[in-house]
């Protein structure tokens, strides 16, 4: 039995009015990275009480359903593919260094791996031993930096292995490379509006670099820089930050909300606010524990929300 997974009408198409069906056929696994479904969280707002015709929709989209389970295969994708093109590397020959918290260094050692470069991996300890498991069986090398300096000390440590292997070495840079936001302005902004009608008023997103809630929010609220007309300029955009971090919330002249420091709210995390990070496109910055109680009752009812996942 085969078994088909994230179909779309643009993935499988009718022949003719037999049973006969042409497949899209991905050339490597990287080619299958994008398109990932909604899914209706409805019973999530039963719980709470919000039911009927009126009642707000609310989606997931799932980008554990990617290659590596993240929405890092986009942007490891986007930044090789741009690497590759501008000349940055080649291979059998250069090695990725990146600083990572773990689900962009999943996605890199993957994309290294299928495309024969090598892959060394800097992360604070925090990280989870799952990730770092991961990491090695895809053949990357896996550095930890100690849990106090966060992520300004995997980034320092990155830059220290990369200096020591000269031309060889390069590092794609996650936090400040432009085809970040840009593979979310191409893919998972147009994903989003064209799976959900145009229909969609909030739109939630974890933060660890930015790439996502900026890229997404310039798609559909439009962007003059990108030449993007706008799709919905009344789209509210919510980025969500852990409580022991709130650099965000800082930014944006708010006040932190007791002890500051490491969080176990794995992949979401900023160490400063980085160069593609649009502050003018965020309406609202929300700071959760691991363990928070959400009340969807709060946003008013006939709207449409989606939530982002990392």
């Not at 994309?111 to 992360?123: P, Q, S």
């Not at 009344?234 to 490491?262: D, F, H, R, S, W």
Request: proline share 6%; glycine share 10%.
């Amino acid at each position: 039995m085969l078994a088909l997974r994230n179909l779309t009408p643009r993935t499988i198409r009718k022949l003719t009015s037999s049973s006969r069906f042409i497949m899209h056929v991905a050339a490597r696994p990287s080619d299958l990275v994008g398109n990932t479904p909604l899914l209706d969280l409805a019973p999530i707002l039963k719980q709470h009480g919000i039911d009927g015709d009126d009642a707000p929709k609310l989606y997931g989209k799932l980008e554990s359903l990617g290659p590596c389970s993240s929405v890092k295969d986009r942007i490891g994708r986007s930044m090789i593919d741009q690497a590759e093109k501008d000349g940055l590397i080649r291979p059998n020959y250069s090695t990725l260094v990146e600083p990572t918290s773990g689900n962009t260094g999943i996605a890199l050692a993957f994309l290294a791996r299928e495309r024969g470069y090598g892959c060394i991996l800097t992360m604070p300890e925090t990280m989870s031993l799952e990730r770092r498991m991961m990491l090695l069986a895809l053949g990357a090398e896996v550095v930890l930096t100690p849990k106090e300096t966060a992520v300004s000390g995997a980034i320092a440590k990155a830059q220290e292995i990369l200096a020591e292997l000269g031309d060889k070495g390069h590092m794609l840079n996650q936090f400040e490379n432009p085809a970040n936001p840009k593979t979310h302005r191409e893919t998972t902004g147009p994903e989003i509006w064209r799976d959900t009608d145009g229909k969609i008023d909030y739109f939630f997103s974890g933060v660890g670099t930015g790439g996502t809630v900026t890229g997404v929010s310039q798609y559909i609220k439009g962007s003059e820089e990108f030449s993007l007309p706008p799709l919905n300029p009344n789209l509210y955009t919510v980025a969500v930050e852990p409580q022991e971090q709130m650099l965000l919330t800082e930014a944006k002249g708010g006040e932190k909300i007791g002890e500051q420091g490491p969080h176990k709210i794995q992949g979401v995390r900023m160490s400063r606010c980085f160069v593609y990070f649009d502050f003018q496109y965020i309406c609202l910055i929300i700071c959760c524990l691991l363990y928070t109680r959400w009340e969807p009752a709060s946003f008013p009812r006939s709207s449409t929300l989606i939530l982002s996942t990392k």
